[in-house]
Structure formats: C-alpha cells, structure tokens
C-alpha cells in the first residue's frame, strides 16, 4: 500500500509540522487504517488528537548546588476504555512528539491486547546517566509531583520504559502517597514485589515478544531451532527476548546498543553478555565477538531481527539491505511507514511493536487487578495468563490481516481503533 501523507489539517498547533517526528508516523498509521473502520471513521479525527497534554518544569538542586531545570510530559491520549496507561521516559532527546506518538501506541497496544485501558506516555528530557543517585530520586520525585494531578489509580497508571526501572517507580509510588496521604500501591506499575509488584513483571516485555514471535514463526514454516537472531538494544526487553530464543534453540548472532555493536556467526553467549552488560552498561568491550559498524547490523545474515531500543530505528535507508525473515518490534515505533513498505514488498514479515511487546503492559494490568485485591498470585499463573493473552490477541490479528489482505500493523490497528472507536460512540459525546 502506498504511503499517505497526514491531513495536514488535523495538526495541532502546539506541534508545528516540520516537527511532526513519531507522532506523524503514527498519523500515516491511522490514515491507513480508516477506510477499514466503516461508520465508526467518523469518530476517526479522536484518534488524531491526544485528550491531555501536560508538560512540566521540573527543577531539582543538583549535588553540586546548582539548580537545573529539565522538562517532563505527560500525554493522555486516549481513555474512552479506561484509564490512561503507559510507561515514563527519561532520555535526553524525548520530545513533545515522541511522547505523543509512544501515548498513542498505548492506546492502539492496550485495545489491541484488550486491556480495559486508554494510552498514555510520559517522559523528562534528561540523560540519567549522567544523575547521581540522589539527583535522580529528586527528578523521579518532583515530575511524580508535578503530574500528580493528573495521575491515580483510576485515573492514568505510570510504568517502566526506556531508562526506568522498578526503583523509579518505587519513588514515583511512594511520592504519589506522601502528597495523597495514604499508601496507593496501584498508582504505577511494574513497582519492587515488595511493594505490590507482580511477579513476572521484569520478564514479561520480553516473554511477550518471545510468545508472539513463536506464533509468527510457525506461521510462516521458519524453524527456531539453530534459527539465527540479531537484536538491536540489550535493555530489558532485548535482552529477555533474547535468552528465551536461544533456550529454544536459536542463536544470537548480532548485538547492538547504544555503546557497540557485535557479531558472531557462532552464536554470543547470552548469559555472559547479560552479565557483562549489568557490570559495563554496555555491550563494549564484550569478548568472544568482532566488532562491525552500526551500519553494517542492518546487514547481518540472520533469520530473525528484533528491534528494541528506540523509534525510526528500521528506514528505507536499511530496509532493503535488512536479510530477516521475521522483525518482531521490541521497541515502540522501530519502523518508519516507507521501510513497512519496503519491508512487506520484500515479504519480510513485521510483528508490529503494538502486538509484539504488549507482554509488558499485559502483566503490568495484572499488576494493577493484583494491587486491587490485595490478592497475589503464582508467577507460573502469571506466565500463563500472559501467554494466552499474547496467543489470542496474536491469532485475532493474524486473521483480520488475512481477511482484509492488510500488514499485521495495519490489523492491530482495525482490531484496536475499532474496540476504542465503538466505545466513544457507546459513551457519545459530552456535553
Ligand atoms: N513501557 C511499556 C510499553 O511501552 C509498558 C507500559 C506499561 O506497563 O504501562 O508498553
């Protein structure tokens, strides 16, 4: 299908349109997704434009003394379903866009999956590794501040996401409390278990990624066992998803983060990587590999590709180079709408990002239900809910895009802007 440019007429004016970034990935997304919505298209202009926008001045005292001053988003796209749901960023090129784009892409995952939830994403511009711990708790804190009134339990639900991890969100947790006055363990999610986290939770983006991928896989005849993998980010999503392939038999051959990018035809020990990363944050300097260029991981002889880092990662620069069978979207918008379309003329088969890493959020509303009824349940439960989730969502998709001859995203995309447009209407308008 060719590309259609965004109707520039929907463009709100706080984002000028030579800014447009992600969030004009995703306006092709649901330009290609309307004439399958029938009636419900004339809803179609709320999918186009986020409910909330709110963006914060976060000023913290630095250890040295000095103040500075960083900037925070929290963008509530959409919550005719539910609450808002999404993850928190903090990285030092986050954008009023990208953070659009990634609430967005929460409201398409979480229909899609069928979460009772809307979509919602926050962020701060700033690079954390560049934080002492204090200095981060202080920026974790007065963003939770500053946002919390427009967060709860019910209302939108924070978790993890690039550079956040359950320490994060224990202060974000306990912060909310502090300025509501009692402990609200069902604020954010994917929390320390002792604090109401669910177990699995760590794991689930990648098992997630896994599960659909195995789905993918059988359906188009490709055999995991010495099936070869290359994955781009080494955080917890890739890294996970790697393991498990390889316990079933694949072999990682290509690695790349943001500090390197390695490649063995033999296979990385995945294992050793993992701890090389958790001593080194990185995948320099990693033995029992040869380094390449960034450019050439794209190139890589391998079966399987996962994306899991950041977005406009996959271009129509690297995707007709790229000798995957199967992409599975770790990350959240790896792939701009010209390499789909590249990628799907060379029959590459792309599990988009809205299916693929939905594990996440998945155990992070078990998280939810869990804090709910102060009721915790087995991670093998967990696991196994998960994965049925993961199988029927998948299997639900794989099948709109057979009957309607479309891309997996562009299924994803009828299946869930269907579910979140049926339930504007039921609901109508207000006043
Ligand atoms: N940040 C993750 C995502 O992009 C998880 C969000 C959540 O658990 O709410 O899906």
């Known amino acids: 299908m060719s590309s259609i440019a965004p109707n520039t007429h929907t463009l709100p004016s706080y984002l000028p349109a030579h800014e447009l970034g992600p969030w004009g990935t995703y306006l092709q997304q649901v330009d290609r997704v ?23 001045d976060i000023p913290i005292q630095m250890d040295n003394g000095t103040i500075a ?4 988003y929290r963008v509530q796209h959409n919550t005719s379903r539910g609450p808002g749901k999404g993850g928190v960023r903090f990285h030092q090129d986050v954008t009023l866009s990208e953070v659009m784009a990634l609430s967005a892409w929460m409201s398409v995952k979480n229909a899609g999956v069928n979460l009772p939830f809307g979509g919602a994403k926050g962020g701060i511009r700033v690079d954390p590794r560049q934080l002492s711990r204090g200095e981060l708790e202080r920026i974790t804190r007065r963003y939770t501040s500053e946002i919390g009134v427009i967060i709860g339990p019910t209302k939108d639900i924070p978790a993890p996401d690039v550079n956040t991890d359950e320490r994060v ?8 409390s502090m300025n509501e006055g009692s402990t609200a363990t069902g604020v954010v999610t994917g929390k320390p278990i002792a604090l109401g986290g669910s177990l699995g939770r760590r794991e689930a983006t990648g098992r997630g990624v896994f599960t659909v991928g195995i789905e993918a896989a059988q359906r188009i005849g490709l055999d995991i066992t010495g099936a070869r993998l290359a994955v781009q980010g080494f955080g917890n999503v890739g890294a ?17 983060d943001h ?64 000798r995957a069978k199967l992409i599975i979207e770790g990350a959240n918008g790896p792939t701009t709408p010209q390499a789909d379309d590249i990628l799907a003329e060379r029959h590459i088969l792309v599990v988009p990002d809205v299916i693929a890493n939905a594990g996440g959020v998945t155990v992070s509303y078990f998280e939810w239900v ?15 809910r998960l994965v049925k989730v993961m199988r029927d969502a998948f299997s639900h ?10 891309s997996l995203r562009t299924a994803t995309f009828i299946v869930a802007c269907t579910r979140i447009l049926q339930s504007r209407e039921l609901r109508g308008l207000y006043p």
Not at 397 to 406: D, L, N, P
Request: one cysteine or more.
């Open 34 to 56: 309307t004439p399958y919505l029938g009636s419900l298209s004339r809803w179609v202009e709320t999918l186009k434009r986020p409910k909330r926008i709110l963006i914060v």
């Open 370 to 384: 869990q804090d709910f009824s102060s009721f915790f349940w087995s991670e093998d439960e967990i696991n196994a």
């Open 259 to 322: 500090t390197d990018t390695l490649y063995n035809p033999a296979g990385l020990d995945v294992a050793a990587l993992q701890a090389h990363v958790k001593a080194h944050g990185g995948v320099a300097g990693f033995t029992g590999a040869e380094r390449i260029t960034p450019a050439q991981f794209w190139e890589v002889d391998c079966d399987i590709l996962i994306p899991a880092a950041l977005e406009q990662q996959i271009t129509e620069e690297n995707a007709p180079k790229i």
């Open 169 to 176: 969100m224990a202060w974000m947790m306990d912060t909310y």
């Open 69 to 72: 001053h960083f900037e925070g």
């Open 240 to 256: 996970v998803s790697a393991q498990l392939f390889v316990e079933a038999g694949a072999h990682l051959v290509a690695v790349q």
């Open 397 to 406: 998709i794989w099948q709109t895009a057979q009957i309607h001859k479309v």
